[in-house]
């Protein structure tokens, strides 16, 4: 499927970065600096980050915002911060999504919110994105919490895969400091770049023709929906200060409006 896809200019996408990234003690006093610029966020669960009164303030600070919000999900690992892989089967997984998604909704709908996607953090993400079996018991997972709910992966054929046999909205999500292959998937091995200017190349290149630089020297056509922009870059703020200037970002079922008819 990959190699169908097409060059084009990319007239609209989504700028996401995570919230609520903090749990007891352990605080995150920078995650806010991006909120001013993005145009949805992935609330976390309580999992991998995010204690009740964390994620209470989150979902707060998103709505006087008028930010689209999401469940960002991750393994059971508050010490390794979601980043230490699990092998579980798939009633375990499916579990533990359907468990941080609804404990998220029901606490967004106590302030009169909705939650419109679903965002994997740290190892699940990485998970997903090369195992197409945990990419679709997530999906699977996400569908039973609401059919309405937006998959939010790492761009490439997994996603796109999982979106066409399960029938769910996904978005493709792309990083500028983060090292592709010549099959548009990420390098996780390789170092993140935090070089504003060639991020910005990046993003001008991606708008235009639906590319990224791959390790090989090349760029890759891949799909973009959405930009995850991390609060654990030194340049992040500086980074999509600088992208608002290229586009500016709307949100993803926004996009999904304006191709229907229902918004101009």
């Not at 980050?49 to 915002?65: S, V």
């Not at 991606?206 to 959405?226: E, F, M, P, W, Y």
């Not at 870059?233 to 229907?260: G, H």
Request: glycine letters at 6%; hydrophobic letters at 40%.
């Amino acid at each position: 499927m990959q190699n169908v896809l097409e060059r084009k200019a990319i007239k609209t996408i989504d700028f996401n970065c995570d919230l609520a990234q903090s749990f007891g003690i352990y605080k995150n006093s920078s995650e806010t600096r991006l909120l001013d610029y993005v145009s949805s966020v992935n609330i976390s669960c309580g999992f991998h980050a995010g204690d009740p009164l964390t994620i209470k303030e989150a979902l707060l600070q998103a709505k006087e915002k008028n930010i689209v919000v999401g469940a960002h999900i991750g393994f059971d690992d508050i010490q390794g911060f979601g980043y230490r892989q699990m092998d579980l089967d798939n009633d375990e997984l499916e579990a533990l999504v359907m468990y941080q998604v609804g404990a998220i909704m029901t606490f967004a709908k106590a302030y009169n919110m909705e939650i419109e996607h679903v965002r994997p953090h740290g190892a699940m993400y990485r998970q997903a994105s090369s195992d197409l079996e945990v990419s679709r018991t997530i999906a699977k997972a996400i569908k039973k919490c609401s059919k309405w709910l937006v998959y939010y992966g790492a761009t490439g054929e997994n996603l796109a895969t999982v979106a066409e046999e399960e029938n769910i909205q996904v978005a493709h999500e792309v990083h500028l400091e983060k090292i592709y292959d010549t099959e548009g998937n990420i390098d996780f091995s390789a170092r993140d770049l935090e070089n504003t200017d060639i991020s910005m190349q990046r993003l001008k290149d991606l708008l235009q023709n639906s590319q990224v630089t791959n390790n090989a020297g090349g760029k890759t056509i891949v799909r973009a929906d959405s930009i995850h922009f991390s609060n654990k870059l030194s340049n992040a703020k500086d980074l999509i200060i600088r992208a608002r200037e290229f586009i500016e970002p709307l949100p993803y079922n926004y996009k999904n409006a304006q191709k229907s008819g229902w918004v101009e």
